[in-house]
Each structure stands twice: as C-alpha cells, then as structure tokens.
Nanobody
Framework: VQLQASGGGLVQAGGSLRLSCAAS????????MGWFRQAPGKEREFVAC????????YYADSVKGRFTISRDNAKNTVYLQMNSLKPEDTAVYYC??????????????????WGQGTQVTVSS
C-alpha cells in the first residue's frame, strides 16, 4: 500500500485548504482512511477518518464543523477539506490506512500504512 499526501501550504487564519491522499497498491474495500496531524513538540493526533466502503465518517472534536473528509472511489483518493483554519491547526498532516475495520478508528497505533506528510501552516 502506498499513500501520497499533498495539498499543504501556508494560509491565513480563516482560510481554507484541501488535502489529498492518493492510495494505491490494493483494493481498499473495508479499509478505513484517516488523517492525523503532528505539531512541533506534540504527539501525532487523530483528525478525521472515513470508511472506504459506505463512507461513514468520524472527526476529532477540535475540527468538527470545520473539516470535512471525503473520498473518490474512482480515483482512490481521500480528501480533507479544511475551512476556518486556525493557527493551532498548524502541523504536518499525514494520511493513513487501517485494514481492520471500523474499530479503534482514532488510535494511530491501529493504522497500518502512512503517507509521507504534508505541512500546513496557518498564520494569524
């Protein structure tokens, strides 16, 4: 499984960015695709995830109502639309895949494969 994250950048507070995660290497049927982030000096934290089959979603409280995760099955790509960005959203964002279904979906230790990360910087 290969995951390629892209779309990060520098944006002012209140702005928007859309991250993409292109997935390849297998059929993702029952997989869960997640986004995590890691700010300097902090642990990697869960942001959002989506069930590839069916499209169920789940969000961290800190991004609920501002971020939207979606997927395009035809393109094998997962997106993270980030609106109303805040300086505290600044981090390296990683996409990850989980093969064991819709359980422990916010635990980073349960994700099998990780992309390389993309930097998001929100200026105040």
């Amino acid at each position: 499984v290969q995951l390629q994250a892209s779309g990060g950048g520098l944006v002012q507070a209140g702005g928007s960015l859309r991250l993409s995660c292109a997935a390849s290497g297998r059929t993702f049927g029952n997989y869960v695709m997640g986004w995590f982030r890691q700010a300097p000096g902090k642990e990697r934290e869960f942001v959002a995830c989506i069930r590839w089959s069916g499209g169920s979603t789940y969000y961290a409280d800190s991004v609920k109502g501002r971020f939207t995760i979606s997927r395009d099955n035809a393109k094998n790509t997962v997106y993270l639309q980030m609106n109303s960005l805040k300086p505290e959203d600044t981090a390296v964002y990683y996409c990850a895949s989980k093969s064991t279904g819709w359980v422990y979906i916010s635990g980073r230790e349960f994700y099998d494969y990780w992309g390389q990360g993309t930097q998001v910087t929100v200026s105040s």
